[in-house]
């Protein structure tokens, strides 16, 4: 990953190397941000509450798993330390919700739902549908929604595989805005990706999570921004943003974040 991280530094741009007007607002009002707000605050504090947790739990790992720790018993600590979106990616989905007022969100990936409450806590209006695998996992991060008072979200427990076109085909609005952060393998991020894609609208924004975290998940990546839908992709290493919009001449670009 750090030759990985290398190349990117080397290609990745800022805003003078962007050319579409959409994606030059977005990066200076929503990207390349610093902001404060009290919804950041109260996750703050419960992420390091959990960082200091010395709680085990049972994990059930359905996806690639962690290179850290290949117990199924694991500290909530460390679930916290590894399996979380660190703070600043926290704060960029919640401007990007912001930003868009999805309607429907999907997250893959629930963990202990810190990311998910910056979902929520953006759009309390929005219907956020947040899958986990692991029930251990999903009932803790429900007991963190109870306790900041996020209502809007449904946890979906089980394997994704069964679990996402089942309530996909529930759906009775578009799908705005998809966060794939599950299996970290090619084949199964390409077919989340493939699963969802019925169910977009011209405005919607996927997240895909760690882009380069292995070969596989490179490809998959690849396979994604070259998918005829796609119409405008966002390389910032950590993640990818995919976008649909009509109209829109197809471009990759790789920024700074």
Request: glycine share 4%.
């Amino acid at each position: 990953m750090i030759a990985a991280y290398l190349k990117y530094l080397l290609r990745s741009g800022n805003q003078h190397s962007i050319h579409s007007p959409f994606l030059f607002d977005l990066y200076n009002q929503v990207i390349n941000v610093k902001d404060q707000h009290a919804d950041y605050a109260e996750i703050k504090k419960l992420r390091k509450e959990l960082l200091s947790s010395k709680e085990i739990i049972e994990i059930l790992d359905l996806g690639a798993g962690s290179r850290v720790n290949k117990s199924n018993q694991r500290k909530i600590g460390t679930i916290a330390k590894n399996a979380e979106k660190p703070e600043k990616f926290g704060k960029l989905f919640y401007r990007l919700v912001q930003r868009f007022q999805p309607e429907t969100v999907i997250e893959l990936g629930t963990s202990l739902g810190l990311t998910t409450l910056y979902f929520s806590k953006a759009n309390p209006a929005a219907d956020i549908i947040s899958f986990e695998g692991c029930p251990q996992t999903a009932a803790k991060a429900e007991t963190h929604f109870t306790r900041l008072g996020a209502e809007n979200i449904e946890v979906v427990v089980g394997n994704i595989d069964q679990t996402l076109p089942a309530r996909l085909a529930q759906l009775d609005q578009p799908l705005d805005f998809a966060y794939f952060d599950a299996n970290h393998r090619y084949e199964p991020t390409v077919r989340y990706f493939e699963d969802c894609l019925p169910h977009i609208q011209e405005n919607s924004v996927f997240i895909f999570d760690d882009i380069y975290w292995s070969k596989e998940m490179t490809q998959a990546w690849e396979q994604i921004k070259s998918h005829p839908k796609v119409t405008l992709t966002v390389d910032l290493f950590w993640i990818g943003l995919v976008f649909f919009r009509t109209g829109q001449a197809k471009e990759d670009f790789t920024l700074r974040f």
